[in-house]
């Protein structure tokens, strides 16, 4: 069974601060996506990642992708109050079934509150 | 361009009542997956669907079932409603080239009474 574990669950922090979240998944994957959630709504696609050492950055968020490590993070540049939501990881089961299924295996999600 | 669209929006229904939940998916994606959120947790993969085919199943009960149809839209069926099948139910749509990145509908809540 796949797992995807995400750490810290709950994370508050100050505006201007540094942090990164946490992604670990326990089968060989070459493809990760990021998501975020605000309370009440559905999930956005932040980031996807393809291939061991991919690297991609949106404004105030990085990604990476280790598939040997089987770990990708999340890093957060000078929060602000905005980045507030709840992000998600999620791996393609594809590549554990073998191309019997395509779905996403979530972790349980980072819920990042940042205070001004 | 539509994004995922999925209807109704809310739903309440009583245990044992029969649901019928709508998605269509983005213009040109012929992939629909379906996944539940319970509150405070990530969300399930239920059911993926390819050309109408299902392609992919996740660990939940014969009670819920899903079809595709041939202008790729989608229903996810769940009979015999459990308290426990209150959630928010996501659709989301993908092509099969390339990334696969799966786009999000805004989903629809159900609360089971």
């Known amino acids: 069974e796949l797992k995807v574990e995400q750490n810290p669950l709950f994370l508050s922090m100050q505006e201007g601060k540094n942090y990164t979240i946490y992604c670990n998944y326990s089968?060989?994957?070459?493809?990760l996506y990021w998501y975020r959630q605000d309370p009440g709504k559905s999930l956005e696609s932040l980031f996807v990642?393809?291939?061991?050492?991919a690297v991609k950055q949106e404004g105030r968020l990085m990604a990476s992708l280790d598939t040997k490590a089987r770990l990708s993070t999340l890093h957060i540049t000078a929060a602000v109050h905005d980045l507030s939501a709840t992000y998600f990881c999620?791996?393609?089961?594809?590549?554990?079934?073998?191309?019997?299924?395509?779905?996403?295996?979530f972790g349980k999600g980072t819920h990042l509150i940042i205070q001004p | 361009d539509a994004g995922v669209t999925q209807s109704p929006t809310h739903l309440i229904k009583t245990r044992g009542q029969h649901v019928t939940l709508r998605c269509s998916p983005i213009?040109?994606?012929?992939?629909v997956s379906w996944y539940q959120q319970v509150l405070g947790q990530g969300p399930q993969f239920i059911f993926q669907?390819?050309?109408?085919?299902?392609?992919g199943r996740g660990n939940f009960p014969d009670r819920f079932s899903a079809r595709q149809f041939p202008n790729y839209s989608s229903e996810l069926n769940v009979n015999a409603l459990l308290l426990g099948d209150s959630a928010l139910y996501l659709c989301?749509?993908?092509?099969?080239?390339?990334?696969?990145?799966?786009?999000f509908g805004p989903g629809t809540r159900l609360t089971v009474l």
């Open positions: 669907y390819y050309e109408k085919e299902e392609r």
């Open positions: 989301a749509s993908s092509s099969i080239a390339g990334a696969r990145e799966q786009f």
């Open positions: 999620a791996v393609d089961m594809e590549w554990m079934t073998g191309g019997g299924a395509d779905g996403l295996t």
């Open positions: 213009s040109g994606h012929k992939s």
């Open positions: 089968t060989t994957s070459d493809r």
């Open positions: 990642l393809l291939s061991n050492g």
